[in-house]
């Protein structure tokens, strides 16, 4: 099993920054990618950003985040990251932070990121 905390989440104006984190339960090396997707009430959950933690791995955004988001992992505090930057207020939404390991998805209990003035 593998369990992961999420934190960083909050109201932000927009063109603000906000960082999230992901600590899962084991060590991120396990892991063959991990990431966030997010989710607005009567929407389908989307993709965020995921990077692929094995060897030569990529990172992969969705187009409405380029430029704008930045996943990354900390081997130190075994910890990966989003960093958030120009918000708007289409980015309001839960995100929930997912690991990849041994063929399956786990996933984080959520954090709410609201963007308004």
């Known amino acids: 099993q593998v369990q992961l905390v999420e934190s960083g989440g909050g109201l932000v104006q927009p063109g603000g920054s906000l960082t999230l984190s992901c600590a899962p339960s084991r060590s991120i090396s396990n892991f063959y990618g991990m990431g966030w997707y997010r989710q607005v009430p009567g929407k389908q959950r989307e993709l965020v950003a995921e990077?692929?933690?094995?060897?030569?791995?990529?990172?992969t955004y969705a187009d409405s985040v380029k430029g704008r988001f930045t996943i990354s992992r900390d081997n130190a505090e075994n910890t990966v990251r989003l960093q958030m930057n120009s918000l708007k207020p289409e980015d309001t939404a839960i995100y929930y932070c997912?690991?990849?390991?041994?063929?399956?998805?786990?996933w984080g209990q959520g954090t709410q990121v609201t963007v308004s003035s």
């Open positions: 997912f690991a990849k390991f041994l063929y399956s998805n786990y």
């Open positions: 990077k692929i933690l094995a060897a030569g791995g990529s990172t």
